[in-house]
């Protein structure tokens, strides 16, 4: 893989307070398991205008890095930092003064402007939580404060408390309007959007950067993935999936840590959801609990689906489809995946009948590589 541009992201660690399917320690998942390479089939020796340059920083909980094609970079990359700053005012959950959060407390006014980020993700959360027949529910920080994922909780699980957990938690219960806030049907119903948050910002960080006039460059946050153009090679951007094995972020051989490579076009967004690295263990039973939250059946996922990345145009939906089919298992995210070719290309990671780590892609996945075991 000479001339390959690898980027390997850092692995870190966060906790948050009742996130949306335990985006946190997801997004360590997803910061350690989504490599980004700059090698593919080259498509001409194209003239470039200007250098490529790499900016990163700090964004919700995590970073961003940006590879991007321009003569300003110190200036592109002060722009993207407002806009993340901005983004953070509507959607952190970490503020006491963002939208989002004094939404949640039912502290908004009738005089406070609406927020049209939050809106926008609301209406796209609204459509993948229709799309996926609830599976994905940016409403069920309460059921995953119940099983101790953001909190350490020591307590017994008492399954006769799940239908009071129920009539606080469903999208169906918000409504949205032009005129006003958008508008609870019950006053304890709270939003988190950390599993879908990161994929509309990487949009939004793509459309400032189009406005900007740079239409080659990879932008990625938390693991999350968009990317224009071509990379510095005059090559498509590449991504590399890491195999879902315990402590495989230490591998420092590249080639044992992929599980495959994919082939991104212009304009193509990626995002992975797993469920392996991270569990809840029930003190007073001793039974392990996976981060990922089926909202339909208000328990974790008990699945030998291992690991979902999403290929579509929209890094928002990818991110949220990621982790709904984490929520339905391997056999109804297949069935979904099928039922939606077309909109959704897939790779899903899992383990067989025989006890065997096994992979499954939509056809029309551009697969450039698939690694092989260790």
Same mark, same amino acid.
């Given at each position: ?217 990879? *932008? ?90 999403? *290929? ?25 995946? *099928? ?19 096994? *992979? ?15």
């Amino acid at each position: 893989m000479s001339g390959c541009l690898n980027v390997f992201l850092k692995r870190r660690e966060l906790i948050m307070q009742n996130n949306f399917m335990f985006k946190t320690n997801l997004l360590v998942l997803l910061t350690s398991t989504t490599l980004l390479i700059g090698c593919s089939n080259k498509s001409g020796s194209e003239t470039r205008a200007y250098d490529y340059y790499k900016v990163n920083g700090p964004a919700q909980g995590t970073s961003y890095h940006i590879t991007i094609e321009t003569d300003i970079p110190d200036a592109i990359q002060g722009k993207i930092d407002s806009l993340i700053e901005v983004i953070d005012v509507s959607m952190s959950t970490y503020r006491a003064d963002s939208y989002i959060s004094r939404w949640n407390a039912n502290t908004l006014t009738l005089e406070d402007a609406q927020d049209a980020h939050l809106n926008q993700v609301l209406m796209v959360s609204k459509e993948m939580f229709e799309q996926t027949s609830g599976y994905f529910d940016p409403t069920v920080g309460p059921l995953l404060a119940y099983y101790g994922f953001g909190e350490n909780l020591d307590k017994t699980l008492d399954e006769k408390n799940l239908p009071a957990l129920k009539s606080v938690m469903g999208l169906d219960k918000i409504s949205l309007t032009k005129e006003t806030h958008p508008r609870k049907s019950v006053a304890e119903v709270n939003l988190n959007f950390n599993a879908i948050a990161q994929g509309y910002t990487v949009d939004e960080i793509a459309e400032l950067l189009t406005n900007e006039g740079i239409f080659n460059f990879m *932008v990625e946050l938390g693991g999350e993935v968009k990317v224009s153009g071509l990379n510095k090679q005059a090559e498509k951007w590449s991504i590399g999936i890491e195999k879902p094995v315990a402590n495989i972020e230490f591998e420092q051989d590249l080639k044992k840590r992929l599980q495959t490579i994919v082939s991104l076009s212009s304009g193509q967004s990626l995002a992975t959801s797993g469920n392996y690295r991270n569990v809840k263990v029930d003190e007073n039973t001793g039974e392990k609990y996976g981060h990922i939250i089926d909202p339909i059946a208000m328990r974790p996922v008990k699945s030998k689906l291992l690991s979902a990345t999403v *290929v579509t145009e929209n890094c928002a939906k990818a991110d949220a489809i990621a982790t709904a089919l984490m929520a339905m298992g391997y056999e109804k995210a297949q069935r979904f995946l *099928v039922d939606n070719e077309g909109a959704y290309d897939a790779f899903l990671i899992y383990i067989n009948e025989e006890e065997v780590l096994s *992979v499954w892609n939509s056809k029309n996945l551009r697969i450039k590589a698939i690694m092989p075991q260790l």
